[in-house]
């Protein structure tokens, strides 16, 4: 599988690949014989990494790290290196999921009832030859692992998208992955399945490339102000303080 080059904030690796590169490795990873851990790591995620030693090390770990928030290209200027574009987990499940052949299935775990459904739905509307191998909205809870499990192994699904939101869906993965021999690809996707099944709203165009995304998901969900408050004050802040390897907190 070929490899990307790969920048540091506050310690933690994000590939500096387009949607474009990303797809494409996505795409080797899916075709190859290994199991693969893929983030889609964003300002507040790296804030708790910054705070959470584990969940550090689990970032440091993964396959591919894609930027998943605009504030990370900023932090990468910040601290001389350089991300080529924002590469959002929506967007890289949806053009992937587009171009999925036929013995490539894939299923849904994780989001409220019934939206892993509808965005399954979604995604074979853009491609009639999907195979959604199965869907559960299901639980983190350990006592429900077994069952979990079971479902996907016997649905025989490559890739793996885990909407519980992070971190609790990356360590899931990293707990669980080795019981799921023919998962290839794992990835957290977070509100993704909220997105494409409609249940959230995405921002307008213009806000996303002007990276003001998070002032549309604060008008639209107030009760979201300490995540933002965290990705859009507090991590430039550490940015500045620490930029590439920070003294880590005990």
Known sequence: MPSCPRIRLLGVPIDAVTQHEAVCLLQAMLKGSGQHHVMTPNSEMLVMAWRNA????LLCG??????????????????????????????????LCARLPTDVSV????GAPGIAERAGAVLQK???????????AGSPSPQVAPAIIENINRSGARLLLVAYGAPVQDTWIAQHLAALPAVRVAIGVGGTFDFLAGNRRRAPMLLRRSGL?????????PRRFMRIWRAVVVFPFLVCRHGRDPCHRK
């Open 126 to 136: 853009a491609n009639s030859r999907l195979c959604i191998a199965g869907t559960h």
């Open 54 to 57: 584990s969940f550090r090390a």
């Open 213 to 221: 995304e998070w002032l549309w998901r604060l008008l639209q969900e």
């Open 62 to 95: 993964t396959a591919l790290n894609l930027p998943d928030s605009a504030g990370l290209l900023l932090a990468a200027r910040m601290t001389g290196q350089y991300l080529p574009e924002r590469v959002t987990g929506v967007d890289t499940v949806t053009v």
């Open 107 to 110: 299923y849904l775990l994780g």
